[in-house]
């Protein structure tokens, strides 16, 4: 993280920051999604998860409203987000009900991928050099430990038997 955010660079501190809580935020909530999705269904976490994001934008929302209403188009898109954002979260805690976390990780670092992708596209920005070396060590320690765990869950257990007392 210290090769992208790279502290000193110019960055905006308050946006590193942000990422920083972000990330912690995101952790917890895999976490969170890991350990009940053992007792909790699929369907109540996702309801539980969408009531306290509404609990805390409704109260935030007041305050960041500019009063203007938005056009259909942009109508359309909070929809659609709405509706691929749940869709996401449904799949994410049903996968965490199916996989072992080691293994759903590195897929979580695609994201790295896909906003590098869009800030290309939507943004006109291009990662520095630095940045994505930074984002590739990332991703490969995830891959790097998906696959030790997978390998030494495979491993076949060695049998040792007792010495041969004649």
Not at 62 to 75: D, V
Not at 108 to 135: C, D, N, R, T
């Amino acid at each position: 993280m210290v090769l992208i955010a790279r502290p000193g660079s110019g960055l905006d501190s308050l946006g590193v920051l942000c990422a920083l809580c972000g990330a912690a935020l995101i952790a917890t909530y895999q976490l969170l999604s890991r350990v009940l999705a053992r007792t909790e269904g699929t369907v109540a976490m996702l309801f539980y998860t969408a009531l306290l994001g509404m609990a805390i934008y409704g109260l935030v929302f007041p305050w960041f409203w500019e009063g203007r209403m938005p056009s259909l188009l942009q109508a359309a898109l909070l929809v659609s987000t709405g509706i691929t954002g749940g869709l996401g979260h449904f799949l994410f805690t049903a996968a965490h009900r199916h996989a072992p976390a080691s293994l759903l990780a590195p897929v979580m670092y695609v994201q790295l991928m896909w906003a590098s992708l869009l800030g290309w596209l939507v943004f006109s920005h291009v990662p520095e050099q630095i940045s994505i070396i930074g984002m590739c060590v990332v991703a490969v320690s995830g891959a790097a430990v998906a696959l030790h765990s997978r390998s030494s869950r495979i491993a076949p257990a060695v049998v040792t038997t007792p010495a041969d007392p004649s």
